[in-house]
């Protein structure tokens, strides 16, 4: 407990302005990963601040799980004397883990609440609007709350643990890219639930270490239970998280070709390795052997692993870190405009407006492709355009506006693409234009 108050002490003054309160980095289109150069040195301050931050991250998200795991995982835990001895075991666990969590989350929202003061170069009664007017404070607030009620709660009955643990990770559900999801509550309801099949998850793994170290006889007893909701979690964790991927993500190529993606993809790896595992385990626990402490150890280590990976791509931004393409150019017999957006691998949306002198009439025919830059994959997309109403547009004197859209375009891979416009005006005079850009 010591080491997180020091992580978030040293947090507090070095993290990076570039990591906004919400934990979410902010845009910028010179993305470094921290090392930047001064001169003729690197210097290491954003790594160490980035490290720090996602560190309190990693923290966070452990004792959020552990802590809301064991409350949930109470209610296995048979009410005869059978389950006395666990119990107890139990009761002092939980002392701890909600002590922890309390020191995770004032250090989580003081740090996140006084970066985003600070970068608004805020005052005392900014503090307050924070937590009053804003959706980030008020989700904060709650966390705090809640985390005070915790020690309230333990003394109370499992079904109000349990029903404090959901309310935790209710509330952490609503903090997340799930709530600036098109699709909002299909998107928050799907991660609840991915949050609770993690707390039980995460939580039974912790407790099986812990009976494994503390009285080995118990830990054979839990995982009889456990195992079973065990597979019913990974389960849920797989159709929920495919159900999240699935809204959050416009493109399946998201997976490949963002950091999000690739993330998320590491964490499947790791995921899979745990149903490994977890086969194992459940072997063992049919033919009622004890549970093997190497197997139990190597599980830990890859639920440690996966949430640390879950810390670090939730605070990233699912969609492309990709510039749009805009670009305007004046001639004697055409100005054109072409924006090309998100301008990213997946879906785009493209934008043609080209000005013609009024003599030469509207166009008979406006083309626009998209070839690949690359010579080994020679690919060329045929952009269907549609005209719409352009009454809104610029006006350049002696010069008629046309405006054309395309939606759905999809860009199969990153690198070098050029948009290639061909027009044919009113008096059947072609004229082809072409724009290289890049897609990464």
Not at 338 to 344: D, G, H, Q, T, V
Not at 404 to 413: A, D, I, R, S
Request: proline share 4%; glycine share 8%; with cysteine.
């Amino acid at each position: 407990m010591t080491t997180l108050v020091l992580i978030g002490v040293i947090g507090i003054v070095v993290v990076p302005t570039e990591i906004s309160a919400s934990g979410s980095l902010l845009s910028s289109h010179n993305h470094d990963s921290g090392w930047v150069q001064d001169g003729d040195s690197f210097s290491f301050k954003n790594v160490f601040s980035s490290i720090l931050f996602y560190a309190l991250r990693g923290a966070y998200y452990i004792m959020l799980l552990l802590t809301s795991g064991m409350m949930l995982l109470r209610l296995s835990i048979p009410t005869s004397s059978q389950g006395d001895h666990q119990r107890e075991l139990l009761n002092r666990w939980s002392s701890v883990a909600v002590k922890g969590l309390l020191v995770v989350v004032l250090i989580f929202v003081f740090t996140n609440s006084n970066r985003m003061i600070s970068e608004l170069d805020g005052g005392g009664t900014d503090w307050l609007q924070l937590f009053t007017e804003t959706s980030s404070g008020q989700l904060w607030m709650l966390l705090l709350i809640l985390s005070l009620l915790a020690f309230v709660v333990i003394k109370l009955k499992d079904i109000y643990k349990a029903i404090w643990a959901l309310l935790l990770l209710a509330v952490e559900s609503f903090n997340g890219h799930a709530a600036s999801s098109e699709y909002e509550m299909v998107a928050i309801l799907s991660d609840f639930i991915h949050l609770a099949c993690s707390a039980l998850w995460a939580g039974g793994v912790m407790l099986l270490l812990l009976f494994w170290h503390y009285e080995r006889k118990e830990a054979g007893r839990f995982i009889e239970r456990f195992v079973s909701i065990a597979w019913v979690t990974i389960v849920a964790l797989a159709i929920s998280g495919a159900m999240m991927t699935a809204v959050l993500l416009p493109s399946w190529l998201y997976l490949i070709y963002t950091s999000w993606g690739n993330w998320l993809l590491a964490k499947i790896v790791f995921v899979l390795l745990v149903i490994v595992l977890g086969a194992a385990l459940r072997k063992r626990a049919k033919r009622r052997e004890m549970p093997n402490g190497v197997l139990l150890k190597l599980d830990g280590l890859l639920m440690t692993a996966i949430i640390i990976i879950v810390s670090i791509f939730t605070a990233i931004s699912p969609l492309p870190d990709s510039e749009p393409l805009k670009m305007h150019e004046m001639g004697e017999r055409l100005h054109f405009t072409i924006e090309i957006s998100p301008n990213a691998p997946g879906p785009n949306e493209a934008s043609l407006i080209v000005w013609l002198p009024e003599e030469s009439g509207a166009p008979k025919e406006v083309r626009l492709q998209l070839r690949s830059g690359d010579p080994s994959k020679q690919r060329t997309i045929d952009v269907p355009l549609t005209t719409v109403d352009s009454s809104a547009g610029i006006a350049f004197p002696g010069f008629t506006e046309f405006k054309f859209v395309g939606e759905g375009v999809k860009l199969p891979y990153s690198g070098k693409w050029s948009a290639e416009i061909s027009i044919t005006d009113g008096a059947g005079i072609g004229i082809t234009k072409t724009v290289p850009f890049r897609n990464d």
